[in-house]
């Protein structure tokens, strides 16, 4: 279950590509009334992409803090705020007209991506049988990689059908695989450990 997770993260990761400059020209030149230079669009686009890994890096720093605060199945509930806030910003920016939400959108969404790579590592480790525990390790990776694949997929398949098209299945996607895991945990039991469903006591 919390692979889903990391197969939206995978798919965040590639899943905005080149139509995001034709994005930032037509946002540019209806707000200011002339075209952005290439060098100004190439900057907004960097910034779009590079926003995930400094995402990445404040939830992971803040991943092990959560996980013996709350306990690592309420930590990784919380991961899915700053999922559903990405997916709604980066689906009202073409509504609204601005590739700033798409930035933000990807800072949240690099926040969710870096708690849940480790809190679900912890997580899927200590409920795993011991028989299982190498295999069920492997899950994030796994996830991570089909989740780029689809993003892959999606990137090649709809952009030519249009932008808005993409941007739809993107937040469809991500918007379908939190509800699934948040549904999932919150209906699951651990049996035998309450570190998994509650905050450590341990000193």
């Keep these: 279950v919390p692979a889903a997770g990391k197969g939206k993260s995978g798919d965040k ?8 400059k034709s994005f930032i020209r037509e946002t540019w030149l209806k707000r200011y009334s002339f075209s952005p230079s290439e060098d100004m669009i190439t900057l907004m686009w960097s910034f779009v992409v590079s926003i995930y890994s400094i995402g990445g890096l404040l939830g992971s720093l803040s991943a092990g803090y959560l996980s013996v605060r709350f306990g690592r199945k309420k930590a990784m509930l919380f991961a899915n705020i700053p999922a ?9 920016s073409r509504l609204c007209g601005s590739f700033e939400m798409i930035i933000a959108g990807r800072l949240f ?14 997580y899927a480790g200590e409920c795993a049988p011991r028989k299982l525990r190498g ?14 694949f689809v993003g892959f997929a999606l990137g090649t398949l709809f952009v030519p059908v249009g932008p808005q098209l993409l941007q739809e299945e993107a937040v469809s996607l991500a918007a379908l695989a939190t509800e699934q895991q948040v549904a999932t945990l919150c209906n699951l039991r651990a049996p035998g450990n309450s570190t998994l469903l509650s905050p450590s006591t341990s000193h």
């Design 135 to 148: 295999l069920i390790a492997i899950t994030a990776s796994t996830a991570t990689a089909v989740g780029k």
């Design 109 to 122: 969404s690099g926040v969710c991506g870096g708690l849940a790579l480790n809190i679900h590592l912890m």
């Design 84 to 92: 559903l806030l990405s997916a709604t910003l980066m689906g009202l």
């Design 13 to 20: 990761l590639v899943i905005l590509n080149g139509y995001i």
